[in-house]
C-alpha cells in the first residue's frame, strides 16, 4: 500500500471507530509500528487527528479529509465516473462544476476532448466554477472560456464560498451542473460535509437547467451534515457499477436517472 493510500485509510479508520491503536492497525494494514507512528505524527501535524499514548483520536477535521488525501480513494470509479460525464457536454454548453475529486476529474476529461474546440471566436465550452483547482486545470485549454465565482477560499476543498460567491452566480445560468457530493440519498438528498459549500452549491443547482450528481457508490444512501438539495432536484446520477443496485433502484424510483459506469 501507497503511503497516500496508508494516510486516507487511516483517516477512514479515525473516522469510523474515532479512535486507533498502533499495534493493532499495523496488524491489520501489514506494515511495522513504526511506519504507522510516522504517519499518525504526519497526519497530526497538519490537525487531522490528536496522537495519544499508543494511538490517535479522531477531531472534526478527520471527518472532512483534505483534497489531497481524497483524490487516492476510488480512484478507477471515478475516473470511469469522470469520462462518462464528460461524454454528456455538447459543444457551446455552459457547464457548472463545483468542488470535489470526481468533478475535477471530469474537468480533467472535458479538457481533453478535442471535439469541443472552439468554432471561430466563440469558445468551445464556458465553464462556471467555484473550485480554484478546476480552473487552474482548465485556465490553459484555449477552447475552454472560465468564470470563476470569486468568495472566500476553503483549503480543505479549494471551494470558494460566501457572498461574493452568491452575488456572480446570481447573475448566471447554467446549462448543465455537474454536482460532487459528500453524500447523496434517495429520500433525503445531496448533502456536503460543510454548509458554506451546501449553501454555494445549492445556488449552482437552482441556476441549471439540468443536474447530474457525480458520485462513486461509497457516497450512495448516506446523509452529511448540510444539505444542498432535495433528490427531486437532481436530474441524473453517474456513479460506479459497483454501487449497491438497492440503493441505485431507490434513485430509479425518485425518478433519478441513473448510469452505472
Request: net charge negative; aromatic share 4%; proline share 3%.
Amino acid at each position: 500500500m501507497a503511503r497516500h493510500e496508508r494516510l486516507s485509510t487511516l483517516l477512514d479508520l479515525l473516522g469510523q471507530r474515532e479512535k486507533i491503536d498502533v499495534e493493532d492497525v499495523a496488524e491489520e494494514l501489514n506494515v511495522s509500528a513504526a511506519t504507522i507512528r510516522r504517519d499518525l505524527d504526519h497526519l497530526a501535524e497538519q490537525q487531522l487527528l490528536t496522537r495519544t499514548r499508543g494511538g490517535a483520536v479522531a477531531n472534526d477535521l478527520a471527518y472532512d479529509l483534505p483534497l489531497r488525501y481524497k483524490t487516492a480513494r476510488h480512484v478507477p470509479e471515478k475516473q470511469r465516473i469522470s469520462v462518462a460525464a464528460a461524454s454528456l457536454v455538447a459543444q457551446g454548453m455552459v457547464v457548472g462544476l463545483n468542488g470535489g475529486t470526481t468533478t475535477a476529474g471530469v474537468a480533467r476529461s472535458l479538457a481533453t476532448r478535442s471535439d469541443l474546440a472552439s468554432l471561430r471566436d466563440s469558445p468551445g465550452l464556458t465553464v462556471v466554477t467555484n473550485a480554484l483547482n478546476i480552473a487552474h486545470e482548465l485556465a490553459v485549454r484555449p477552447h475552454v472560456k472560465i468564470v470563476v465565482t470569486g468568495g472566500v477560499a476553503r483549503p480543505q476543498s479549494f471551494e470558494l464560498s460566501g457572498p461574493l460567491a452568491t452575488r456572480v452566480l446570481s447573475e448566471l445560468t447554467i446549462d448543465l451542473l455537474f454536482l460532487g457530493v459528500d453524500a447523496f440519498d434517495a429520500e433525503a438528498g445531496a448533502f456536503a460535509h460543510h454548509e458554506g459549500e451546501a449553501s454555494i452549491n445549492r445556488l449552482m443547482v437552482e441556476r441549471a437547467e439540468r443536474v447530474v450528481a457525480v458520485a462513486d457508490g461509497s457516497k450512495l444512501g448516506r446523509r452529511a451534515f448540510a444539505r444542498i438539495c432535495a433528490t427531486t432536484q437532481v436530474h441524473a446520477l453517474v456513479t460506479d457499477s459497483n454501487a449497491d443496485p438497492k440503493a441505485l433502484r431507490a434513485f430509479e424510483a425518485a425518478g433519478v436517472e441513473v448510469q452505472a459506469v
